[in-house]
């Protein structure tokens, strides 16, 4: 089977979501897709931490866990659905990219909710947890990135130009038509990074 990865840029609640593969030396999008990583798709349960803000810290604390354990299932189950469609296509899922914020580590809980700035990096880093998660219960090696450094690691790691990497990214897009957002081209840098790094 030929490998594959797959790339993740998170958003409040969903995830894009691209699986890459490299075919006669070039990389080739196998799948693009938006995961919603919330069942109700609903800005209560988006930002589950500004959700637990306006509540007393033991209700916060459960209902940001109930949160947490809600987006890793759905990110396990979209996770298991990529790899078994890409398996039918002689695809074997390797690993994957995920981009960072350029957020410090969290403090706890009580400190979180009480200040607006954590409260907006806390909702980001649940989202991205339950990927890693997944992505580990999948046996997947997970390549982490900042977003912000993305198309230089890529590019280093690639050996090719950062403008030249941005450039055949955004060429990856036409033949797969619209839409093809900064939110694909920036997953696909991750995957494509993963993939490059094995």
Not at 76 to 98: E, N, P, Q, T
Request: glycine share 6%; net charge positive.
């Amino acid at each position: 089977m030929r490998a594959a990865t797959l790339g993740f840029r998170v958003h409040s609640g969903w995830t894009a979501l691209v699986a890459l593969a490299i075919a006669k030396g070039a990389p080739v999008v196998l799948a693009r897709e938006r995961v919603h990583l919330v069942e109700t798709f609903t800005y209560e349960f988006r930002q589950p931490y500004h959700t637990g803000a306006k509540l007393p810290l033991d209700q916060a604390r459960a209902f940001v866990t109930r949160m947490r354990n809600e987006s890793r299932r759905l990110a396990l189950r979209a996770i298991r659905k990529v790899a078994a469609d890409l398996r039918a296509h002689g695809y074997k899922l390797s690993g994957c990219g995920l981009l960072l914020s350029s957020g410090r580590p969290l403090p706890k809980l009580s400190q979180i909710l009480a200040s607006h700035s954590l409260i907006h990096s806390a909702d980001g880093e649940l989202f991205r947890d339950a990927l890693l998660h997944a992505a580990a219960r999948c046996g997947l090696k997970a390549q982490a990135v900042k977003e912000r450094e993305v198309l230089d690691s890529a590019a280093r790691a690639l050996r090719i130009k950062p403008a030249d990497l941005a450039r055949r990214v955004s060429e990856l897009g036409r033949a797969l038509g619209s839409p093809w957002t900064q939110d694909e081209k920036l997953a696909t840098m991750a995957a494509w990074l993963a993939l490059g790094s094995k």
